[in-house]
């Protein structure tokens, strides 16, 4: 009996499949189509045991859905622009294209060996002149529809790396990388509106059925839809222009507790004020230093500075607010301006207390003690359901919930025509210009004359110059000699190319669409966007449930609008699932300052370090890191066990939206199962005898039920518990003293349903059994439903509510009979006395009262 070579194996039967192209995605109208799609990875140059448990996920499915007779799209990309590429043409000396390019070979290289059903035809990666070259195509068509649209704005700038930072690349307001303190810099950038799809983006989550809901609770608190009041504030004496303040309140109901009014650094009367006020200049400048996100302003020291300007309440002329400059205000929603009520939010009730401002109650709790921040409490923010007591009112009934509250003072405030009830998103639009070189070039040129004008289409892809050097801080492009000077569009007069690249997330915002016509000169062809999308399965990280998501929604949107998918792919992802993650110990030792010097887990073994037998700290169960060298190499567990047996091992211990701790044990544990199939079905291929029909029968109806759920297990994501099913038919067949050509059945069919998680094994097995061509391409077995109804049945026989045996019958037997084989059974029981009663429920119990 020959032994389970994995290595040899799994070459020649990827090889085979290659051949026969079991894999190229064809649309095929006679057959339903079926696409799925994993989130693409960013090429650092390794995968990990992250990228196995993922794309292992989408290959199941894939391989199991082919089997069932659908055309599949199952493609590969590369998320390759970045500041990556970047930093490590700095630290090298080389170039983003060529790191970026041999990563590419590098990953593509470890994920071949996995076997995976890919169609490495439909490859591309975002750094491809081909495909960039048809997402400026999509920007053109985008800006022509006005989804496009270009102003200054307050952004995130890195003064070390001299470039656009995105709100999730500040950190404590630093830059991730550099970090230096983040400043708050107004740039005139390029925006996506999608602001203006924020209540359809909102709205459509309630359709989306099959993603989780927790991703969709993600979704929908960001886009953060609000109704509340739109008002003003008059100035008591109009300066620098204004006669009013603008404000955009979602508590309106607290208005009576209004002690300051305050505006953003950034406000146009702020600006206007620090013209020619030294110290106003002075504290916006200052307030302009950290990041722009709601978070990282929320967790700042909030700092203000009183203009001396003075505000009419709305309410009572009389009362005079004061106006503030503060820095948590954010211009980019509302209207840049607030009112303060610190009784009832915190941030201005800390506010208030830095400068002394008063603090005034506009509601208590309804029931039981409270204690006002007036008195030093904090501030009392109930639920919007909630019911209080107003004891500063002025619309609607004194005791009701905050929400009807506000809507009383909406009504109120339009009645006495002051105020308008509006709705607003806290959704902002897509700030995509990006100050760097190794993205997308923006095709815009810019005109003394014409102003901002479109590259001609015919001149697409606008191409990045490889000549570049990254000897110093800042965009290259900036100081390339002559790549940014053109003539212009429009005139012909001399004009300068837009130097700022795109946003990262615009080229994973329709890389799904791509894939269905990939080397298309256009961004995609109708015919064949129309037969492959939706994406049926979208796989990937939580890590992702917002931007990208959201990104991707919006730009499916963008191009129905522009003619470039139909009008049922506006949601582009009908399922999503989100993987756990893959963990394992951190190994560490100490130096002579005490701090942690980590260790691959290929240097320990024991407890001890290989090299010097000294032991090590074990940190269990962590997310793996490079820095903290708890990762897992596949390549080596290939060379080592086989693909099959990581593939198998990162699907079986436990279930996919978990995380999974990879174990040396587990990985070895693994690979003796799969050796054990390969010992079986080499003994099913090599009996002799005849057939034993009860065995036979037997093991038949149990082959018939592990296809029934094995197949619910893989449809449903319950990988686990389809290969908690094969443990068990493995054991059974193991047991069996069937014939052997029941055995040789069986074992085939066995490894028909392992092979969407261990497709070379069973490829090899399936033609030492006597299947018929490529076992990728057989037909998925199916189960017969009468093969799943139990002959017999076990019954529990309770006396007086009390369990006091079991009969096993067959189970079509006649009531009679099954009392009286139940009333033998529990005679004992029953002590001679005669049962007042039995009752026989079918296939579940029976019941005898004595």
Not at 609 to 634: F, Q, R, T, W, Y
Request: some cysteine; glycine content about 8%; hydrophobic content about 40%.
């Amino acid at each position: 009996m020959s032994r389970y070579d994995a290595p040899s194996i799994e070459a020649r039967w990827q090889a085979e499949w290659d051949k026969a192209g079991s894999f190229r995605a064809k649309a095929d109208p006679e057959k339903p189509k079926y696409y799925v799609l994993e989130m693409f990875p960013y090429p650092s140059g390794r995968i990990h045991m992250g990228h196995v448990r993922n794309y292992t996920m989408g290959d199941v499915v894939a391989r199991q859905k082919r089997a069932t007779g659908h055309a599949v799209l199952h493609p590969m990309g590369w998320d390759a622009f970045g500041l990556p590429a970047e930093n490590a043409a700095m630290a090298s000396g080389g170039h983003p294209k060529d790191w970026t390019y041999q990563n590419i070979a590098d990953m593509r290289g470890q994920m071949k060996p996995l076997g995976f059903s890919i169609d490495w035809s439909r490859e591309f990666a975002t750094c491809d002149p081909d495909y960039y070259g048809q997402q400026q195509a999509l920007f053109l068509d985008m800006l022509d529809a006005g989804l496009v649209t270009r102003r200054a704005a307050v952004v995130n700038w890195d003064p070390v790396e001299m470039t656009v930072l995105a709100n999730e690349q500040v950190v404590d307001g630093k830059g991730w990388r550099s970090g230096a303190d983040v400043e708050r810099r107004e740039l005139t950038q390029w925006f996506f509106k999608i602001s203006d799809m924020a209540g359809d983006l909102l709205d459509a989550l309630e359709g989306l059925d099959d993603w989780p809901a927790k991703v969709k609770l993600m979704q929908a608190n960001w886009i953060g839809r609000s109704r509340g009041l739109e008002m003003s504030f008059p100035l008591v004496e109009p300066a620098e222009g204004f006669d009013a303040i603008p404000v955009y309140t979602t508590r309106p109901d607290t208005l009576l507790g209004a002690s300051f009014v305050a505006v953003s650094p950034d406000h146009p009367l702020a600006k206007a004020l620090a013209a020619h006020r030294p110290e106003v200049a002075a504290y916006c400048e200052e307030a302009r230093k950290g990041g722009t996100t709601e978070e990282a302003i929320e967790t700042a020291e909030k700092t203000g500075l009183d203009t001396g300007l003075r505000v009419r309440h709305p309410l009572d002329a009389s009362w005079e607010l004061p106006v503030w400059i503060a820095n948590f205000i954010l211009m980019d929603y509302g209207t840049g301006a607030i009112f303060g009520c610190p009784a009832h939010d915190q941030r201005d009730l800390d506010f208030a207390r830095k400068y002394a401002l008063p603090v005034v109650s506009t509601f208590v709790p309804v029931e039981g003690e409270h204690a006002r921040p007036e008195e030093g409490a904090d501030a009392f923010v109930p639920q919007k359901t909630e019911p209080v007591r107003y004891v500063k009112l002025f619309a609607g009934e004194e005791e009701q919930s905050s929400e009807q509250g506000v809507e009383a003072a909406i009504a109120f405030a339009e009645a006495q025509g002051w105020g308008k009830g509006v709705t607003r998103y806290r959704l902002r639009d897509w700030l995509l210009s990006r100050q760097r070189y190794w993205g997308c070039p923006i095709p815009i040129v810019h005109c003394a004359e014409c102003g901002a004008v479109p590259v001609p289409r015919d001149q697409l892809p606008v191409r990045l110059p490889e000549d570049v050097s990254f000897d110093r801080p800042g965009n290259p492009l900036d100081r390339h000699p002559s790549w940014s000077r053109v003539p212009c569009p429009s005139c012909g007069g001399e004009a300068r190319r837009e130097t700022d690249t795109m946003d990262t997330f615009v080229d994973s915002s329709w890389y799904y669409a791509r894939f269905t016509a990939p080397h298309a000169v256009t961004p995609t062809e109708m015919d064949e966007a129309a037969y492959w999308m939706n994406v049926d399965q979208y796989i990937g990280g939580i890590e992702h449930a917002i931007l990208h998501l959201l990104y991707s929604r919006f730009f499916a949107r963008a191009m129905v609008q522009t003619g470039h998918l139909p009008a049922s792919a506006r949601e582009p992802f009908d399922a999503l699932f989100t993987q756990g993650m893959v963990t394992h110990e951190i190994y560490q030792t100490r130096d002579e300052n005490g701090r942690p010097v980590y260790h691959f887990p290929e240097e320990v073994e024991g407890g001890r370090l290989k090299s010097s037998g000294e032991a090590v700290e074990i940190v269990p169960s962590a997310k793996m890191s490079k820095s903290k060298k708890n990762v897992v190499d596949p390549v080596h567990i290939v060379a080592t066990y086989g693909a099959d047996t990581a593939r198998w091992f990162v699907l079986s211990d436990s279930p996919p939206e978990r995380d999974v701790e990879w174990t040396a044990a587990g990985a070895e544990a693994a690979y003796k199962h799969l050796s054990r199939v390969w010992r079986l079905a080499q003994e099913a291929a090599e009996a002799t005898g005849d057939a034993k029909p009860d065995a036979d029968a037997a093991l038949e109806r149990a082959l018939h039920k592990c296809i029934h759920e094995v197949t619910q297990g893989v449809e449903s994501f319950g990988f686990n518990a389809a290969i908690a099913k094969l443990y068990a038919f493995t054991n059974l067949l193991a047991k069996s003293e069937a014939g052997p050509e029941a055995k040789r059945r069986a074992a085939r069919v066995l490894a028909q349903l392992m092979a969407p998680m261990t497709p070379h094994l069973s490829e090899e097995l399936w033609a030492r059994l006597g299947g018929e061509g490529l076992c990728a391409e057989a037909a998925w077995p199916k189960a017969d439903p009468a093969m799943l109804i139990e002959e017999s049945v076990t019954l529990p026989i309770q006396v007086n509510g009390k369990r006091r045996g079991e009969i096993q019958v067959a189970r079509d037997t006649a009531v009679k009979e099954i009392e009286r084989l139940a009333l033998e059974a529990v005679a004992r029981s029953l002590e001679g006395a005669a049962p007042k009663k039995v009752i026989v429920v079918p296939g579940r119990i029976v019941n005898v009262v004595a």
